[in-house]
């Protein structure tokens, strides 16, 4: 009997292990959604309709604008009206967490660099060096050098056989690992990856010109994913540093693309994402050599170049990209960061690499930033220094690191590289993941990165006007199409022969030295629509008949893009929150903007922005959709940078969970 009961359940098992496989087939072979064309609301024509009267009427009768300033907008004018937010509003309050700094050692370094006479030399510290063991302290180095194929030069780096020395040793080479060990235990006890910035015999022949003290030198300095608002809360002894040395503040600074490579770009080219993937795709080996990047301008007229980014995985050039065949720049500090990765225990906070061995990855860039300048602070030089390793993913964590960007700022002006440096301190976005992005202050934060200007005091004296241009363009809406045209002229205000070009996403953009139209709109400024930050967002009820349909074509929209075998079908599984815009137009309003925020089935979040007009109710996508939540480690089935936003993959874990879930539980509703 009780093995006929046993039999018994062993079939009912059996029958529910195949239910469950081949109802996760079924779900695992659907085809991909085809492609639609936008949709025509007809059948719901007349409620709609009725409902955006209601809108036009409401919003016509709430705002009578005016052209006067206002404080609380950080742009105002006919076309453009940014709010302007309390740093810690009600909205962010409860997101606010500052964090502790994060030390990746206890003990002092136990190696360092010294310069004298453009000569570098490798220095064990003695003073520490009981620290790390008695009188049994052996160290050797180990030279670095880039791939010699082009193909791997962003990827792959030599590493010499290690060299012994004691106490001191001169050095040949840019990049160099020490390893210290106990030579009685045969233990190592300190490893370390060192750069050495010196003249070059080939930059030597660059540097004919003698010592000029009225040169000009230009250094941005990037912190990813930084909002301006973000920036105040998170890093006050930097902004109160910011305020009492005058630096300009450019509250209207909207950023122009999703991530950091489009606001990069358009940055270093005046090219929207398009056009690059047009003109020098970066999916395609030896692509991006051929990208016009401005720091092969300010190379060809004699400036000495550098570039240094962290988190090499995560870099711009580099995260689903082919990177460089050739050195971009005089200074290409790529292997450095490789070496320090590779051959260092690393530290991930947050899902970046915080720690490589003993220092932080964001003060080693400050570090290079600092050698750099100094080195060349006699030279006119251009320097793109950029940071991800303590900000990228949480909107807290730029806030370890406030104390050390404060200092870095401090040392570079008592060294006095501001005496002959334009200097740009920016950011490409606010955060872009999490809840915080579903609600309005997080949804302005994201468009808003925050963007510093220093210029040398002997500048604002030969320029006064150039210099109150920049000062009145403050308080106007700007883009990195502006800041493209701006370190253009600033190659012609240094004396330079040379012909600025017009950025081609945004042909009507200038210079930051020259007055920026005060009634300037997105349009005007090349900013899409869902990037738009020049129009509010009145919060509407999520589950009327406009929104549940501006969900599903903005959904259609992300199915289209990730047009991929691999990639499952969504479903809208819940409408978070939904606004209509607040037109600034009102008289002349022939359409609505939506910006829809939901969440589908399988899990993830999307945001995006589409039109409707008043008489023919169709939609209208405008720009692209935002993915609100983390998805690399779902969409791991596809490379394509563009796709892998809006792609969950099949053979996804979570995936697969969340059918069996589904599966099972129905079943259990069948039987129970």
Not at 76 to 92: A, D, Q, V
Not at 112 to 117: A, C, F, H, M, Q
Not at 621 to 642: A, Q
């Amino acid at each position: 009997m009780l093995k006929k009961h046993f039999m018994g359940y062993r079939k009912y098992v059996y029958f529910l292990f195949l239910l469950i496989l081949s109802l996760i087939c079924l779900f695992y072979l659907q085809p991909p959604l085809k492609s639609s064309s936008p949709v025509v609301l007809a059948q719901l024509e007349y409620s709609i309709k009725a409902d955006l009267k209601r809108l036009l009427l409401n919003s016509t009768a709430q705002k009578n604008y005016t052209d006067n300033p206002d404080e609380n907008y950080l742009v105002h004018s006919s076309k453009c009206k940014i709010p302007s937010l309390e740093p810690f509003n009600m909205e962010i309050l409860s997101y606010y967490n500052p964090k502790a700094y994060i030390r990746c050692s206890n003990k002092p370094l136990l190696t360092y660099i010294e310069k004298k006479d453009n000569v570098a030399s490798l220095h064990v510290n003695q003073t520490v060096e009981k620290e790390y063991t008695g009188d049994n302290l052996q160290c050797c180095y180990k030279s670095v050098a880039s791939s010699l194929s082009p193909k791997t030069i962003d990827l792959v780096i030599k590493v010499s056989k290690c060299i012994d020395f004691k106490n001191s040793v001169r050095l040949e080479d840019d990049v160099v690992v020490v390893w210290c060990r106990n030579t009685r235990k045969d233990q190592v006890v300190y490893k370390n990856v060192h750069f050495v910035v010196t003249i070059t015999d080939e930059i030597k022949t660059k540097l004919q010109k003698s010592e000029n003290e009225t040169h000009l030198s230009v250094a941005l300095v990037g912190i990813d994913s930084v909002s301006r608002l973000n920036m105040i809360r998170s890093l006050p002894y930097t902004y109160n540093y910011l305020q009492e040395n005058d630096w300009i503040e450019f509250r209207g600074y909207n950023k122009i693309g999703d991530n950091t490579f489009p606001n990069i770009m358009g940055v270093l080219t005046g090219m929207n994402v398009s056009t690059t993937f047009k003109e020098c795709n970066p999916k395609v080996s030896g692509q991006l050599d051929k990208c016009d990047l401005l720091w092969y301008d300010y190379k060809k007229l004699g400036f000495v170049t550098a570039y240094a980014e962290d988190e090499t995985e995560i870099s711009t050039f580099n995260y689903l990209k082919k990177g460089f065949e050739r050195k971009p720049t005089d200074y290409y500090f790529r292997p450095y960061m490789l070496a320090a990765e590779k051959n260092l225990k690393t530290l991930v906070l947050e899902g970046v690499k915080y720690c490589t061995g003993p220092e932080s990855a964001g003060e080693r860039i400050m570090n290079l930033a600092r050698d750099f300048t100094l080195t060349f602070r006699k030279y006119s030089n251009f320097g793109f220094f950029w940071m991800n390793s303590f900000s990228h993913n949480e909107i807290n964590s730029v806030s370890r690191m406030d104390l050390k960007v404060a200092e870095f700022l401090r040392s570079l002006n008592r060294s006095g590289i501001f005496d002959n440096s334009i200097v740009i301190f920016f950011s490409d976005h606010g955060i872009r993941f999490g809840t915080v992005t579903y609600t309005h202050a997080g949804w302005l934060e994201e468009r808003l990165p925050f963007f510093y200007m220093t210029v040398p005091k002997w500048f604002q004296k030969k320029f006064p006007r150039k210099y109150s241009n920049l000062v009145l363009n403050s308080n106007r809406l700007i883009t990195p199409y502006d800041l493209y045209m701006t370190l253009q002229e600033i190659l012609v205000l240094s004396g330079k022969k040379y012909s600025m070009k017009a950025s081609t996403a945004c042909p009507e953009c200038k210079s930051l030295f020259e007055v920026a139209k005060s009634d300037r709109s997105c349009e005007d400024a090349g900013i899409e629509n869902h990037w738009c930050t020049c129009r509010g967002y009145t919060t509407i009820p999520s589950n009327g008949m406009i929104v549940e349909q501006a969900a599903k074509f903005i959904l259609r929209e992300v199915q289209r893009m990730a047009n991929d075998g691999g990639c499952v079908q969504f479903e809208v599984k819940n409408i978070i929150s939904a606004g209509v815009s607040d037109n600034c137009d009102i008289k002349n309003r022939s359409h609505f903007y939506f910006l829809i925020t939901f969440e589908t089935r399988p899990q993830a979040v999307f945001q995006g922005t589409v039109s409707i007009g008043v008489d023919v109710p169709i939609f209208k996508m405008e720009g692209s959709v935002s993915r609100l939540d983390i998805y690399s480690f779902n969409s791991w089935c596809v490379t394509d940078p563009i796709v892998k936003k809006y792609c969950y993959c099949h053979g996804s874990f979570a995936y697969i969970s969340s059918m069996i879930n589904t599966v099972a539980t129905g079943i259990l509703q069948f039987f129970y």
